[in-house]
């Protein structure tokens, strides 16, 4: 998948060191309410192993055009070939947020999530306080869906979290 900015790959398997620094980012524990990881390295890598190699997610890198850079990662978890849906994730170095990558690879991934994977819905938590995914999502047509009260535990403090929906209907009106 690709645009005119970004280029999204899927992860393998030697790309293990670059997921698990992402995931052990000091700041990683503001962006989610779930469980952090790495409890170790060794760990990391086997829980990732098994995710890439799983039918309940998807694991992507992005990558910049410009340079072949690496930028960040798009996760598409709790895949539910039932319901049709599934969760996204995300996260991109400090250094190149707020510059369009975010949201040309959710756009891009969402693409495929809705045509190739035949997905009915996407969804996405985040905390109320992440004022820049909140308005990449509601960018992208995402509406939202509901208020966790205080389910958001980080710096010693509660916060509400949001979820987001699109379903694949409305992701094309917003084409």
């Known amino acids: 998948m690709r645009d005119s900015m970004v280029t999204i790959l899927p992860a393998e398997p030697e ?3 670059m997921f698990y620094r992402w995931s052990s980012s000091d ?24 995710e890439i190699n799983s039918n309940r997610s998807r694991w992507f890198k992005v990558q910049r055009n410009r340079g072949k850079r690496m930028v960040g990662k798009i996760t598409m978890f709790n895949i539910n070939p039932r ?28 693409e495929y999530m809705f045509y190739q994977m035949n997905m009915n819905k996407i969804y996405a938590q985040t905390g109320a306080f992440n004022e820049p995914t909140v308005a990449l999502l509601e ?4 509406k939202r869906e509901g208020v966790l009260r205080k389910h958001h535990f980080a710096d010693g403090k509660y916060y509400d979290d949001y979820v987001y929906g699109i379903f694949e209907s409305e992701w094309g009106e917003n084409r």
Do not use: Q, W
């Open 27 to 50: 700041e990683r524990h503001l962006f989610t309410c779930r469980e952090t990881y790495p409890p170790s390295k060794d760990a990391f890598g086997r829980f990732y192993i098994s």
């Open 139 to 142: 960018s992208l047509g995402f």
């Open 83 to 110: 319901n049709r849906s599934c969760e996204l994730g995300m996260f991109f170095e400090k250094k190149y947020r707020g510059k369009g990558y975010g949201k040309r690879a959710v756009a891009l991934v969402a």
């Open 15 to 17: 790309d293990v060191e």
